[in-house]
């Protein structure tokens, strides 16, 4: 025997539908004309052209219940519309906060990347001033004269261009070939020559 459990899982409760997006479902609803298929848009104008046409030819009671239908549908498309708002702003606002999230933690990279600026630029100040015996001016202490000549110091480049220049190696020739001439002579045959 089947569990009415199994039977009643894809039915809705409240008869409405669930998930989705409504604005751009197909429903079927049984009017009194018969049934009207389309999104809530379609069955909204379809019902309101019936409720037209039935106000034309006198029939209220039709007319009237033409126009609950429309209602009806009328309805539930505004509350999907809310539904969809509601998200809309909702989501819009996660993102809002994001945004100032982000902002926020950028303010404070910024900021620590100009504290570490800062104490970086004092650092090397001070290293300067160390340096320069306390002096606030640079190369304001004691300098060599530039025009000694007997005190400047030889650089690696000096000495380079001190060296000179090297010369390129002369070959050694090569063996001579062995002419033809100079080729060892032809061991003597024991076969007697021809006569001429």
Known sequence: MRSSKSRSRGKNRNNRPSGGNIIN??????????????????????????????????DRV????????????????AEAQREMDAKR??????????????????QQDRERQAERDRERDARLK????????????????????VD???E???????????????KPRARKPKAPKPDDAEA??????DAPEAAE
Not at 40 to 56: G, W
Not at 89 to 106: L, S, Y
């Open 126 to 145: 001070a290293q300067e001033e160390a340096s320069n015996g306390g002096d606030d001016v640079p190369g304001s202490g004691d300098q060599p004269d």
């Open 89 to 106: 702003e909702e989501q819009e606002a996660q993102n809002r906060e994001r945004q100032a999230e982000r902002d926020r933690r950028q």
């Open 62 to 77: 039709n007319a009237e219940n033409f126009a609950q239908h429309a209602e009806h549908y009328l309805r539930m498309l």
């Open 152 to 166: 400047l110091v030889d650089t690696p480049e000096d000495a380079e261009a001190a060296k000179p220049a090297r």
């Open 184 to 189: 060892p002579p032809e061991p003597a045959s």
């Open 148 to 150: 000694s000549g007997p």
């Open 25 to 58: 479902r197909v429903f079927d609803s049984s009017g009194p004309d018969g049934k009207v298929r389309g999104t809530p848009q379609q069955i909204i104008e379809k019902y309101n052209q019936l409720h037209r046409d039935a106000q034309l030819s006198g």
